[in-house]
Every structure is written in C-alpha cells, then in structure tokens.
C-alpha cells in the first residue's frame, strides 16, 4: 500500500510516544524485580493489567514499525489530477455544499484525533475515493449505493471544483523538492567556493548527516529491500493470473491458467484451490511438481502420480499492486545510493554550547502570512532520505541559514514563498529550548517555556 506524508507523520509521533510508554514500563518492572515486593508491586512475568498493557503497546509499536517498512510512500502529491496526497474540493449536487478531502489509499496512522483533525481524508475503497481518482478539476463524478434496510438504490452525483496545489499546512518530505528551491543563495556561494578551493573541511559536511538521519536510511533501506522482493515476485512466482507452462515426464508441453474460480470458458486451467494447484501455488520457473492425487473415470476411483516441470512462467495478466516506483530498477537505483551513504556518511553530535548547529534540537516560533507557526525541529546538513518539513530544517535552506549559530530567545528574518501572495516576502521569528531536553509539547508552546523559565 501507499502512505502520504501526513500518515508517515503520524505513524512516527505514535511510535515515539509508545517507545515511551515501553521504556517506562521497563523502569517499572526492573524496580518491582529489585524490590521486596511490597504491596502493590507486581513482577513481568505475573499476570497482572500492567503487564497486559506492556504486550499491547509491544504489538502496536511492531504493527506500526512494520507499517512504515512495508508500505511505498507517496514523495510529492498530484495537483492537476486526483491521486493519493492530492487536496481537492467537490460540490454536491445534491446538498450544493462543498467539501475538501485529501485521497488516500488507507487511513493507516490517520485515526487519532490530533492528527490534522480539519482535513477530511477519503480512503480509496469508499465510493467517492473511488470515482474522483484520476479526475481533474471541472470534472463530474456519480456513484450509487444502497441504505442499510432500505431496497431503493440512492445516488450522488457532483464535481469537481477545486484541486489545492499549495498549502501553508503542508506536510511533505523535504527531498521531493527541487533541489535548486531548497538552496539558500548564500549557501551557494559557500558551496561553489569550497569546491573550486577544494576545501575538504566545507566539502566533508556533505557526509555529516545526525542519527536521526542515519535511522531514516536505515529505515528506507529495508523499505526499498521489501519492495524489491514484493515487484520481483510479479515476475518470477506462480500466482492468481499466471499462464504456466508444464512439462511432463514424457516431455509433453502444456499450458494452464491459474485461477482461483472455475472459468469454464478457458480450456486448460488449475484451479489454486485444487490439489495440484495447492503444490505449484508460489513455486518458481525451473521448479519439480511431484503429486499424488485421486480422480474418478467411468465412475470408478483412481490414483495417479503428477511429474512434471515448471518450464515458463508468464505474468503478464497478473494483477499488479500500484506501486510509487517506476520499475525494479528505480528501487535498484536508489537502493545503491542508500547502501553508500550509509557506508560513507559520519554521524555528528550536536553543539553543545547551546548554540544552534548541525544535529541541534530546537523550538521555532515562525510569523508567514499572519500566521503564527510552532515547530520542534532538528537542525541537519541536507535532507538524505525521507525528512518530512515539520520535522527538520535544512542549514542549506534560506531558513537554515538564518538560524545557524543563534543562542536562546534570538530573533531572525529571512525570506520565504507566500502561498497567498504568490510571492516571496520577508518573515521573521524567533528560537528557544535549544538542545534543552524539556518536554517536546512543551517546548512547542513559547508562552508556557517562557512562563517556566521565569519560575
């Protein structure tokens, strides 16, 4: 499946939140291992409402983890037709009421209530997230279903008015970007001079990267391995859809269908369900069939002995999951570069001076467009994988690198691109909690740091 960058967001909040709650939960077992066991203490092993709470988080944080591995991610969203990610508005005929939605493929990570609460996601399997994928602005779109108890048939019909291609709420991953609009003008002057004096000092912070970093790489490694192994199977392994061609112990050729249903139009086919079917389901070009099975013939019972060889397989019918890459070898591509950077990259500390540097950690109160934006971020060099905005800034960035060497309670300005003017205008800010460790919901609100800092 496909996951937009607000259900990777959320995905990962989830797991952090739960990492804590397990690691409390360790402290609290060791102390009772420790202890004399007094009342109301409870050991791991007991059978108590605690430790049932343990196991579950430990599910979720594995379900959860698993999500992010095996599902492909959406980088930039459509905004001339409907696809996953895309923002759009449609009219009702009926009720002549507008509503925006966001397409996804699956509500993964979008069900708690903190989570982009305003927007509206629509899941691909509903009857609208069906019929609006793929449409453009103007078109119209008409689906039909049936009332739970009700015979008569109801239909909704309506169009499409409005796809959002900019947002000052959006949440996307920094690398989906053109390259050229992350770069600040200052930080090309630095680059393009260090490469023409060589400067390995300035060259050598291209391979910094933070360990926040290095884990997203590491992450996207075994994501790009799961997706590798999952295209492959299309090509190579018997499913649903494969025409196979058998070769017996006589040497006679045949080919079959695989189906999950009887299709009494095709002449030759195997059913999955079937015996034989059950033994070449999942096997592979080159592999033996040796079976045992029992028919009947002229209404007696006989056995007989199946050999052959899988010589062909032919996918090409074969159903396929969507995918985000455009083939085997796009994953082989961005795999290799993975690979390396892992290998080469050097993992960084933050500054510990509390001045904002590469791997800093960093409350930002940011003023764009009448708008007061909080954000918790992680300094970095550039972005290497998939760093959502709300997360990280860039120190290559117009942002990055305005902020880069500040102390606690500084103020900056620095230029940004106005979604409502379609411009770019001067914004200003200011920064706090550097590298502190305070609570991070804390630490986003300025006014409550500022309050505990007074005492």
């Known amino acids: 499946m496909i996951l937009i960058p607000e259900q990777v967001k959320a995905l990962r909040e989830e797991i952090k939140r739960l990492e804590e709650k397990k690691n409390d939960y360790q402290e609290y077992f060791k102390e009772c291992d420790k202890s004399t066991l007094e009342p109301g203490f409870v050991k791991f092993q007991d059978n108590t409402l605690e430790v049932d709470d343990y196991n579950t988080i430990c599910k979720k944080l594995d379900s959860y983890k698993r999500a992010l591995i095996e599902n492909e991610f959406v980088d930039l969203k459509e905004t001339d037709t409907i696809n996953y990610g895309t923002e759009f508005t449609v009219l009702f005929d009926d009720t002549k009421e507008e509503e925006t939605y966001i397409l996804v493929q699956n509500t993964i990570g979008l069900i708690r209530a903190n989570i982009n609460s305003e927007k509206g996601y629509m899941p691909y399997d509903s009857n609208l997230g069906r019929v609006v994928m793929g449409k453009t602005v103007d078109d119209s779109f008409s689906y039909t279903f049936n009332l739970k108890g009700k ?81 492959k199977q299309y090509e190579d392994r018997i499913m649903v859809g494969s025409l196979v061609t058998l070769k017996d112990k006589r040497d006679r050729i045949k080919k079959y269908m695989i189906v999950d249903k009887d299709n009494y139009d095709i002449h030759s086919e195997i059913n999955v369900n079937s015996v034989i079917g059950s033994k070449i389901f999942t096997k592979h070009k080159g592999d033996f069939v040796k079976e045992n099975y029992f028919y009947r013939e002229n209404g007696k019972g006989k056995t007989t002995t199946y050999t052959g060889e899988i010589v062909d397989i032919d996918n090409s019918l074969v159903e396929k999951e969507e995918s985000v890459y455009a083939s085997i070898w796009s994953i082989y591509s961005r795999l290799g570069i993975v690979n390396k950077m892992l290998r080469e990259s050097k993992i960084i500390a933050p500054l510990s001076d509390n001045t904002i540097g590469i791997g800093s950690k960093v409350s930002i109160l940011t003023f764009e467009d009448g708008i007061i934006q909080n954000r918790r971020v992680e300094i970095i060099n550039q972005a290497v994988s998939t760093e959502l905005n709300t997360d990280y800034i860039e120190a290559i960035s117009p942002l990055g690198q305005e902020i880069i060497g500040l102390k606690d309670n500084e103020m900056f300005d620095y230029r940004y691109y106005s979604t409502v003017d379609n411009n770019t205008l001067l914004g200003n800010g200011i920064v706090y909690d550097i590298n502190n460790n305070m609570n991070e919901e804390l630490a986003k609100d300025p006014l409550t740091y500022q309050k505990k800092r007074r005492g």
């Open 151 to 231: 015979k008569d048939a109801i239909t909704i019909t309506g169009k499409i008015v409005n796809i959002i291609s900019k947002s000052n709420k959006d949440i996307h991953f920094i690398m989906s970007r053109p390259k050229a609009a992350r770069i600040s003008k200052k930080n090309e002057i630095i680059r393009k001079k260090a490469y023409m004096e060589n400067d390995t000092k300035e060259l050598n912070k291209l391979h910094e990267i933070t360990l926040s970093q290095y884990k997203l790489l590491k992450e996207e490694q075994e994501r790009l391995s799961y997706s590798l192994v999952k295209l």
